[in-house]
């Protein structure tokens, strides 16, 4: 039972590079959330996603790209990174988008922008 | 304002102790309640979910909601070294998108 899984743990990388943050599932569930999270800030959504090729903005999408061209797979895609968006990224999902429903994270992603 | 507020503490407790976390919130439209427990360098994992108002208990933990006044709490008894983590409130109306509060860090120490 993988769950799941981010890739990669840890990412070092520098401004003005793209950077892309992976997120697989293997429980086929529709919903794909992705948050940010920073101390004084909490969890805050970037980019959401209701099912394959549906994405929508969360909370902060600037700077972000997102696609899903497969349930499973919702990988997140710093275009030019900048040094605010060093962070913890979490990915999450959720089977049917139910309001009784809880959400599934993985174990995050250390992103550090120099 | 944030919608939903929470003390980032941390709160440090002597093992045993009760131990009480707070939410208040702003949207009355928000009917169901979650409490996310987050040990370090993992993803927040469920712990509690309530709807509307009320308690709710699952051994050590209860859940209270008091809509009239917009304050969730979640009450844990004989608190261990295991539960030192962060505490997560979430909420959410209609949409299946919970907003979060900030977190709590909870220390217990032996």
């Known amino acids: 039972d993988a769950g799941i899984t981010q890739s990669p743990r840890y990412k070092i990388t520098e401004t003005g590079r793209q950077v892309t943050l992976m997120c697989h599932q293997t429980?086929?569930?529709?919903?794909m959330f992705w948050y940010r999270q920073d101390l004084g800030h909490g969890l805050r959504l970037i980019y959401y996603?209701?099912?394959?090729?549906?994405?929508d903005k969360g909370e902060v999408p600037d700077g972000y790209v997102v696609s899903r061209s497969k349930t499973e797979n919702f990988p997140l895609t710093l275009e030019s990174a900048t040094r605010s968006q060093t962070s913890v990224y979490f990915c999450a999902s959720s089977p049917t988008g139910d309001t009784n429903e809880k959400l599934f994270f993985g174990s995050g992603t250390q992103l550090s922008v120099l | 304002q944030k919608e939903v507020e929470q003390d980032p503490g941390p709160l440090s407790v002597p093992e045993g102790a009760i131990v009480s976390l707070n939410c208040t919130y702003s949207?009355?439209?928000?009917?169901?309640f979650m409490w996310y427990r987050q040990y370090s360098r993992k993803g927040p994992e469920l712990l509690m979910y309530?709807?509307?108002?009320g308690n709710k208990e699952d051994g050590r933990f209860t859940a209270q909601v008091d809509k009239s006044s917009k304050y969730i709490s979640l009450f844990i008894r004989d608190s261990q070294p295991s539960d030192s983590a962060t505490y997560l409130c979430a909420m959410r109306g209609g949409s299946y998108i919970p907003t979060f509060g900030r977190g709590t860090s909870l220390i217990v120490h032996p």
């Open positions: 949207n009355s439209a928000f009917q169901y």
């Open positions: 996603s209701a099912a394959a090729d549906i994405t």
């Open positions: 429980w086929s569930h529709s919903y």
């Open positions: 309530t709807y509307s108002s």
